[in-house]
Structure formats: C-alpha cells, structure tokens
C-alpha cells in the first residue's frame, strides 16, 4: 500500500472525532507539562543549594510518582472510552477489506501522533510554566528566588520515556479491543438494546455497609496514630462504598422514585427520572470517580492549606521557647540527676557567655514507660505487647513521671503528693479511674491537673499516643520499681527524658548560632555516656524547616488539585457529550409527541443538576466526615486548629464549586446544543 | 364542515445558500371528513411524507393553509404548536418512536404527562383501550423486550390516549411484518368504526386498501382519488393497483 496511506487514515480518523479528540489531547499535554513540572522541581535538582529546600523538593519529588501513576490510570480510563465510540469505524474499515493489522496500524500511527504532539506541545508549555511554577514554589516556600531560567535535560528524557511506555501499553490496549471483536459486533456496538438497569439491592446494601464502615471508621478514631494507621482502611472503604452505593443506589433511588406514582407522573420529574435510572447504571462509576476526585481536592487543599496558613501556630507549638534541649537515656542509674544539674549549668553558662539573658526556663527530668493503658492500668508486661499487628493504637500510652519538688520549682505551683499518691494530668480524653496502675504499682488518684499539662507539654493535645503525667512524691524510688522491664530487643522500658527550654532575648542569628553552639557542647558532654538521643533546637532555625514542609505540601496540593479538576471536566465533559447524541434522537421523539423546546429544556436542567449536584453533596459529606480524622493527622504536625482546617474546608469548598458550577454551566450549553440540533 | 382542510398547500426546500430550490409539494388541496379514513398513497419522494408534517404542524408550508376543525394551523403561536399537537393530533409513524427509557405504559403516558394528567386518569383511559389493542399483558415490557408488530400497537395507543381529534400514520406498516401488518390495518379498521377521523400516508397497496378512500400524489400533487364506496378490501385492491399502474405508465390524469 502507498506510503503515508496509515498516517493520512489516523489523521482524518482524529479530525472526524474532533470533539472527542481534542479535549483528550489537551489532556494529556497538560500531564505532560505538570509531570514536567514536578520533575523538574523534584529531581532536577534547580533547588539544590537552597537554604530549607530539601524537605519541600523532597514533597514535590514524591508528587511526580503520583502524577505518573494518576496519569497513566487517567489516560488509559480516556482511551477506553474514547476508542468505544469508534468501534463501528473500524468495524466499517475491516468490511471495507481491512484485516487486524491493518486496522492495528491505524491505532499505531494514531497513538503515535498523540505522543508525539503531547510530548512536544507538553515540553514546550511545561518548561514555559517551569519557571513560573519555580516562583510560585519558592515564594511558597519562602526560599530566594533564582533569576536565571533553566530546561532540565534529565526532565526532559523522564517525561519523553515516561509518556512513551504509558502510550505504548494504551495502544497494546486499544488493539486488544479491537482484536477480540469481529466485524458485525463492531458496527453494532453502541446501537443494541440496552437493558433498562434492575434495582441491585444486595450491591446497594453492600455499599451502604461498605461507606458506613468507612464513615463510622473516620469518626471513631481518637488518637493521632491510629489515624495514621486507619486513615487509609477508611478513605479505601469510602471509596469502594461510593462506586457501590452510586452504581447501584441510585438506580435504586429512581425505582423507587417511580413507584411513587403522583410524584412519577408528573412533566417535571417523568422523564428525567426514567432518563436517569436507564443511565445510572453506566454513569454510576462515572460519577463516583467524579465524587471520589472532588474529595480528594477538597481533603487536599483543605488540610494542605490549613498547615501553611497555620505554620506559625505549629511552629509555636513546637518550640514554645527560643532555645530548646533534650537529652534521653534508656534505664536507670543514680547519677541521673546530678548529669541533669550538669547540663543545666553547662547550657546556662554557655549560653550566658554568648551574652543571652536567660528567661522562662523550664529545665526539668521525667521517667518515662510506655505500654497498654487500659481500665485505668498501664501493661508494661511485654508478653501482651509481642504481636504488635493486634495492638490497638488507641490503647497505647505513655506514662511520664514528674517530682513534686521539681514540678514545684520549675514550674512555680505549690503541690503536695504524698507517696502511694500523685497528681494526674492528660491532655487526651483518656479515663483514668481513683487509682492509676502502673506496671504493679498503684497510685491513688488525688487531684487532676488536665489543664495545666500544655505548661509541661505544649504538644500534648498531639502527641502521637497519650501521655500521662504523674507527679509524684519521689521520682527517684518511683522509677527504681521498674527497673526490672525490658521490652523485645532487652532494651529497658524506663527512659529518662531531660528537657530545657528557655528565652535567650538574642536577635535570630544569636539564637540560631547559640543553639548550633549548644548542641556541640551537649555532644561534648554526653558522648560515650550511653544516650540514645540528644539535641539542641532553636525555634528560629526550624522555621524554615516548617515553611518550607508546609509550603511544600501546599504546592503539591494545588498542582495534584488542578490535575485532578481537569480530570474531573473531561469525564464530566464526555459524559455529556456521549449523553447529548443518546438523547438527541430522544428528545426528536419527545418533541414530535408534543413536548415544545421551553419543557424539554427544562426537563434536561433538572436532570443535568441533579447528575452534577450528586457527586458534589457526596463529596462534601465525604469531606465533613472525613474532616476529624484529617485534624488528627494535622495534630502530628503540631496543628491543634480545627476551626481554621474547617474555614480552610470551606473556602475551598467555595472555590471548588464556583469552577464546578462553571464547568456545569458549559457542559450544558454544549448538551443543550446536541440535543436541540436534533431535527 | 370538513374536520381538515388543506387548502393550495405549497412547499419549497432551499439548500442553505440560496441555490437550487426543490419544490416538494406543488399545489395540494384536500379536505377530510369526520370519521373518515383516508389513505395518502405515493411513490417515494413523491411528497408524501411533507404533506404529513405540514398536517402534524412538525413543518410549515410555505404557502396554503391548513385547517383543522376551524383553527388554522399556521395562527398557532410556535410555543404552543407542541401542545396544540398534542391535544389534537395523535401521531403513528413507521419506526415506532418509542421511547426505549421508558415502559410501553410509560410510552403511552407520556402525552398525557406533558398535559399534566393525573395518573388515576391515566389509567382510567388506558384501561379503556388497551383490551382493543391487545397490550394489556405486554404493558410493563420495555420497547426492546417486545416485537414490532407490538411496538406499533403501542404507539398507536399513544396516539389514541389523548383522544385526538384525528390520527395521523406515516407508513405504519413499514416497519412490519406481513402478519403483524394485517393485525395493525383490522386494528385500524376497527379504531375507525369507533368514529375516529384516520389519515394514513403509505405506499402499500393493502394498506390503502383498507381505506374509505384513497389519494393519489406524484411529484408534489394530487393526482387522483378514489372511493371504497360499497366495494370490499379485495375490490379496492383493484382499483388501486389499476391506478398505480396507470401512475407508473406516466399517464395523463
């Protein structure tokens, strides 16, 4: 056959599918240039040598193995549909005298042109935006900015690579569909009968008890950790139960609809209703993964935005005071003490020779242990700890002994503990009964002192597991009773903790310097001594840190949001499209047997509203009740701010659904148009 | 007076650009009586079918007026031309135009929806006629579900349920077979002893034939009609087929 024949043949065939092509081509440019993008900031390494970098690069690198993994799912799902409705072309072609191969080469070319196209018009708009996406992230970030612009060769090899396996398996795809089809079923695909959908009650019930498990999940959890944990069992339960409820609930929901005759029988409701449960079968999953990727953006933006916006807070939260020391030995030994005295005197020292004047200082030693609270008891005894896959997260505690001297003088109360006795005090909801066991020891539970424990702790409300304070008479004769506890590897479970924090009065340089010195002279001191840990923070020092974590986070958010939206229009768009020619041979009916354009009109805003506003109610249910778990997760970044993570839900929620209620407004002009050609 | 009056009926397509003009309907004038069944017969592109619309208000003529039981069509303003379509007109066309989203019961709701019946008298008038037409077991069955022959009956009960002041067919028995078509034109036979006013537009000989009267139309005009009279179907078979082939032969009227 002449050359270039296959070429001309995929070419035309495209320009014929003009409006289904070229969305799908914007489409997959757009990947192209974000993927550009995220590599390009991620691994380029165009961040290199900026100060407080690392950690949002490291953020975005991680965002290009979303992007690559979302968009060949997003591609693959577009081609599928795409090629289904040309499955009566080819079908005309292997009539005409085509065999497979032929038709085979045909997809080739095709899918060949769109990499080809994708990849050059993607490169070119991506390293166009590159430079303005590198502003957008280092101003976010709170970075200096470069004023030279940069294409990244290796950015470029990765995405021409990436784009060329993922188009690669789309047409082995395409050509096992079409392979397994012979001639007749291809022209007749699309055209035969269609079932009107039976209302699936066991599917319905399913995910129903599939998205209530997810939901009850979500609001149950109570403790950071365990969300960290359960986070995703929910947010896979909820996502299961959505495609299960919208496939087969709202064909449910319309049946039911129907048998209520006086509301059925009605001009606003008879057609849009049957309309709707002939075709919810199909679009159900097609509105779920609408709904599912709203949520995603909404939960994204939200909790992405809320960590930037909140920055300052968690950073407070954090490093309450403007130099802050910790030191921690596994065990127990009798010099303790003494060590602590020393290297209060060693910081104070240090720190007054650099001409710091030292204020709030909170230099103070706990004894830790850890195990499974329970009624008012702490497991220390490991046996019950050995298979860690049965431990419930929420039941995990950490026990922390305080002096009554010491919390006195530190922190200027005026207690009194007797032994046998203590003060108790939790930032977490935990029920702690008269008497508090621990290990074999009990207390008797005088007073609580909840309120006062954020003085101790300011991190306590986020803590990863709850931690209970316990003043006690002697700290000292208290720890030795668990002196015998050693955990799995025979490490002792009793950990003394050493904390000094304090204001210095020094501008930021002298901070961040004091604590650089501080921390030398902390390693000098216990080096070789057995600490498992120890380290000297200034709050201004991790500021950056926080900025750029969070600016990072941010960012990321809003390139996956905008990928995600415009994934969310496509699937609207060829829904509708694909809808509007169904319907247009429906509404010629429709109008020959008396409807006049005003109710057919109407009758499809109904229907259109209803189809847009259902994945957008389900997404923000999913958002409101995905929300408490998302303020646990932000707890682990020192976030305690629900009514700022909620006002954040709600702005984007505003945002989202202006572009939504925009994208509803031209999908529908689009439908209106096919349906009313219709002559 | 008559129920239906065409009078000088005229109809000229233009293509988009003002080019060639094809004149579709030259010069038609008929009338049709209440009660009557008429049958329009033609060769295809003969102008049949647009003389159908012009009647059903689906298009307009571009000169000639239609009157049907004293309205002139062409006064009804454009946002009522659909329901004034459904009030008055029930409508038979050859490819059913069934709804394949809804039941046949709801099918045959449908006008009635639009007019904002409710439903007990909906079911009051289906019930009415649905023993005649032989739907009453197949009511709750999609159009997909059911054969042809079926699929008409259940259109024509749609034309029927809002008691038009006339019926119009487009080649009703197009679409099928030779037995479902016999059931179809008795069951036509019979909805017109009840003193419903017929018009029925094929190009089936036996089809026409069952007919009180047929017209004749060849390139946009009326070219003959005859009367059933007292004659039978066999008789009118006859007389039509003598009258198409003469149509055939290019004779002179």
């Known amino acids: 056959m002449k050359a270039g024949f296959y070429p001309k043949m995929a070419v035309s065939g495209m320009r014929k599918n003009g409006r289904l092509y070229v969305p799908y081509l914007i489409t997959c440019i757009l990947m192209v240039s974000i993927f550009y993008i995220f590599h390009f900031l991620g691994f380029s390494g165009v961040m290199n040598g900026m100060a407080g970098g690392g950690t ?233 993964s609408i709904c599912i990727l709203l949520t995603m953006i909404l939960v994204m933006l939200s909790s992405t935005s809320a960590l930037y916006t909140g920055e300052e807070q968690c950073l407070d939260a954090r490093y309450p005071n403007e130099i802050g020391a910790f030191a921690c030995k596994y065990g127990y030994d009798e010099t303790l003490p003494s060590q602590g005295e020393k290297l209060d005197e060693i910081l104070k020292t240090a720190a007054e020779a650099k001409g710091a004047e030292v204020k709030n200082n909170y230099t103070y030693s706990v004894y830790s242990i850890s195990g499974y609270f329970e009624n008012s008891r702490l497991e220390v005894n490991l046996n019950s700890l050995t298979d860690m896959a049965f431990i419930d997260y929420d039941k995990v505690a950490q026990i922390m002994f305080i002096d009554d001297d010491e919390y006195n003088r530190v922190f200027g109360h005026d207690v009194n503990v007797n032994p046998g006795e203590a003060i108790v005090g939790t930032a977490k909801r935990v029920d702690i009964g008269d008497t508090i066991t621990v290990g074999d020891v009990v207390f008797e539970v005088t007073e609580r002192f909840d309120d006062k424990v954020a003085e101790i702790d300011p991190m306590a409300t986020g803590a990863a597991s709850p931690t209970i304070y316990l003043i006690v008479d002697d700290v000292e004769a208290t720890a030795r009773e668990y002196i015998r506890y050693s955990d799995y590897n025979g490490e002792p479970m009793l950990a003394w903790f050493w904390y000094s924090r304090f204001d210095t009065g020094l501008d930021e340089e002298g901070q961040i310097a004091l604590a650089e010195e501080l921390s030398g002279k902390i390693k000098e001191e216990l080096n070789g001594k057995g600490f498992s840990n120890y380290y000297c923070e200034s709050h201004e020092a991790e500021r950056g840190d926080f900025v750029s974590t969070f600016g990072g986070l941010f960012f990321l958010g809003i390139l996956l949001s905008i990928i995600f939206l415009v994934s969310c229009v496509l699937i609207i768009y060829y829904k509708q499209i694909s809808e509007g020619f169904e319907d247009q041979a429906r509404f010629t009916i429709m109008k020959k047997v008396g409807m006049n354009s005003e109710e057919i009109k109407k009758s499809v805003n109904s229907q259109m509203l209803l189809v847009f506003m259902f994945p957008v109610i389900f997404a923000c249910i999913h958002l409101a009740v995905v929300l408490p778990i998302v303020d646990k997760l932000l707890m682990l970044f020192g976030l305690f701010n629900m009514p700022l993570l909620i006002a954040c839900a709600l702005v984007c929620v505003l945002i989202c659904g202006l572009f939504y209620a925009a994208i509803y407004k031209v999908t529908s002009v689009a439908y209106l148009k096919i349906v009313s050609s219709a002559e | ?37 008429v049958a329009i017969m033609g060769e295809s592109g003969s102008g049949k079918t647009t003389l159908l619309n012009i009647l059903a208000a689906l298009d307009k003529a571009t000169e000639g007026t239609v009157i049907l039981d004293g309205m002139d069509l062409s006064k009804v303003k454009d946002k009522d031309v659909a329901g004034f379509r459904r009030d008055n007109l029930g409508y038979v066309f050859q490819d059913f135009n069934l709804l394949d989203t809804f039941s046949l019961e709801d099918n045959i709701y449908l006008p009635l929806v639009l007019a904002g019946k409710k439903y007990p008298e909906m079911k009051d008038r289906l019930d009415k006629i649905s023993g005649t037409l032989g739907i009453s077991e197949i009511l709750k069955k999609y159009p997909y579900e059911v054969s042809g022959g079926q699929k008409q009956r259940a259109a024509v009960a749609r034309a029927l349920i809002t008691e038009p002041r006339i019926i119009l067919a487009d080649e009703p028995t197009g679409a099928l077979d030779s037995k479902s078509s016999d059931e179809l034109l008795s069951l036509f036979k019979k909805v017109n002893q009840t003193g419903q006013t017929i018009l029925m537009v094929t190009h089936s000989t036996k089809a026409a034939s069952n007919a009180s009267r047929v017209l004749f139309i060849k390139d946009g005009v009326i070219f003959h009609q005859i009367y059933k009279g007292s004659n039978t179907d066999r008789q009118m078979y006859q007389m039509i087929s003598d009258t198409l082939n003469l149509l055939a032969g290019g004779g002179e009227r």
């Open chain 2, 1 to 37: 007076m008559s129920l239906l009056e065409a009078k000088n009926i005229k109809k000229i397509y233009k293509t988009r650009f003002g080019g060639a003009s094809v004149e579709a309907l030259k010069n038609v004038s008929f009338t049709v009586e209440k009660g009557e069944y």
């Open chain 1, 56 to 288: 949002a690069t490291q953020m975005v690198g991680m965002g290009t193995y979303i992007m690559a993994v979302f968009a060949t799912i997003f591609l693959f799902y577009t081609q599928s549909t795409l090629i289904k409705g040309r499955k009566k072309e080819f079908g005309l072609y292997s009539i005409l005298g085509m065999n497979k191969r032929n038709i085979g080469r045909i997809i080739l070319w095709e899918t060949f042109i769109i990499w080809m196209v994708a990849v050059s018009l993607g490169l070119l708009s991506g390293i166009g935006l590159s430079k303005l996406a590198e502003l957008g992230f280092t101003k976010l970030i709170a970075v200096p900015t470069r004023y030279s612009f940069s294409v990244s060769g290796s950015s470029v090899v990765t995405t021409v690579i990436l784009f060329a396996v993922i188009f690669f398996m789309i047409y082995l795809n395409t050509v096992r569909q079409i392979r397994f089809a012979d001639p007749a079923q291809l022209i007749s695909a699309g055209k035969s009968g269609e079932k009107p959908p039976k209302a699936n009650w066991a599917i319905g019930i399913l995910g129903l008890v599939f998205l209530g498990s997810g939901y009850i999940l979500a609001l149950k959890i109570k403790q950071p950790i365990s969300a960290l944990v359960w986070f995703f069992i929910a947010v896979i339960l909820i996502i299961i139960g959505t495609y299960l409820l919208l496939i087969s609930g709202s064909v449910i929901m319309c049946r039911l609809l129907q048998k209520n005759k006086s509301y059925y029988y009605r001009t606003n409701h008879f057609v849009s209703v049957s309309s709707m449960a002939y075709r919810m079968k199909r679009n159900g999953a097609g509105l779920a």
